[in-house]
């Protein structure tokens, strides 16, 4: 699963560097990227990491926190913020082990499926079990390989539109490039063909600003009608309890320390043994999984792709926990039940 691998791929990545002391320093020395690259170049066995780094991009740099929304750029584009989990994960080595960890979970799915062979005495129902679990597993897989595949797609078109606000921002029609994300096609249809008579910088600011407010804005569980966010109330946390209720979407039970983060593009990273909070998850999220031991989402449901990526890393996960965000606090201890679905808040 290309979502699953990219984290994977990453620790990898980051036990590479491990095997070099001094490229090791070089990438824990906090540097922005243009700076350490430069210092690893120069280093024995230097041109073999950047190798990898390459190679990482290549295959993993399309996916972004929010991925289908074009203005948010990708993995290739903030190559700080791959260097931030690279160091992250430097500093988990000796601590956890997820690369062996997946290994086993690989050699459990085996023995589990041949355990429920053994038990089908019938040679129909074996027959039966064998194309269905082929199925269902090629199923899955597809269903997130796929969506890899559409963002890719989703990248190029992200090119064209920075190519085309480039030469917008040259020609002092916008402020900067990235304003042409808050243009509609046709405006832009029509500003490449000298044919408009927009305001164009203002149009931008407008939608800036909606754009800006939408995101602060916590929706209902349900809607009836037409939703009016000026005159919704969002409903009173209780912010005093203990047990927080979801649905149980991989099975385990963990505790640990929470590490509570609202956006998978920040510096804040998840330490070996913490459990991820979180609003949603989505493949940009996906390098926080490996050092954690647990999950909990406020949104998400049994295929969603945090759901899918846990059962795969084999750690337990509760969704739809509701205000989960607004009530665990980071370095608070709280267990998460994967089996009850459960969240319950130690202390």
């Not at 041109?47 to 289908?68: I, N, Q, Y």
């Not at 600003?209 to 109330?233: A, F, L, M, N």
């Not at 205000?323 to 606090?329: N, V, W, Y």
Request: charged share 25%; hydrophobic share 40%; glycine share 6%.
């Amino acid at each position: 699963m290309d979502d699953a691998e990219s984290a994977t791929d990453l620790w990898r990545l980051a036990v590479k560097a491990h095997e070099s002391p001094d490229i090791e320093t070089a990438l824990l020395a906090g540097n922005c990227w243009e700076n350490t690259l430069q210092k690893v170049s120069e280093l024995q066995r230097g041109d073999e990491f950047l190798k990898s780094w390459d190679e990482f991009m290549e295959r993993h740099g399309h996916h972004c926190r929010a991925e289908l929304e074009l203005y948010n750029q990708r993995w290739y584009e903030t190559s700080d913020y791959i260097l931030g989990l690279v160091r992250s994960y430097l500093t988990c080595l000796g601590k956890t082990d997820p690369l062996e960890n997946y290994r086993k979970l690989a050699n459990q799915r085996e023995q589990l499926a041949a355990g429920c062979r053994r038990k089908l005495k019938n040679p129909i129902k074996r027959l039966i079990f064998n194309k269905l679990l082929i199925r269902s597993q090629k199923g899955a897989l597809f269903r997130e390989n796929i969506k890899s595949e559409v963002i890719r797609l989703i990248v190029v078109l992200r090119q064209l539109l920075l190519e085309l606000g480039n030469r917008f921002a040259n020609q002092g029609l916008l402020a900067d490039t990235d304003d042409i994300f808050f243009l509609e096609f046709r405006d832009i249809n029509q500003i490449a063909k000298g044919r408009h008579k927009l305001n164009i910088r203002q149009i931008v600011t407008t939608r800036r600003r909606e754009y800006k407010r939408w995101q602060s804005i916590t929706p209902p569980k349900v809607v009836v009608g037409e939703y009016d966010p000026d005159s919704y109330v969002p409903e009173v946390v209780d912010a005093d309890v203990d047990v927080l209720k979801g649905w149980a979407v991989s099975s385990g039970v963990a505790e640990g320390k929470a590490r509570v983060i609202f956006r998978a593009d920040t510096d804040e990273q998840v330490l070996a043994g913490e459990i991820l909070v979180a609003p949603f998850t989505d493949p940009g999220w996906t390098p926080y999984f490996l050092p954690a031991v647990a999950i909990v989402m406020d949104q998400g449901s049994l295929l969603s792709h945090g759901s899918i990526v846990a059962r795969e890393y084999g750690i337990p996960c509760v969704v739809n926990v509701g205000p989960a965000t607004r009530i665990i606090k980071t370095g608070q201890m709280i267990q998460v039940d994967g089996n009850q679905g459960v969240v319950r808040i130690l202390q």
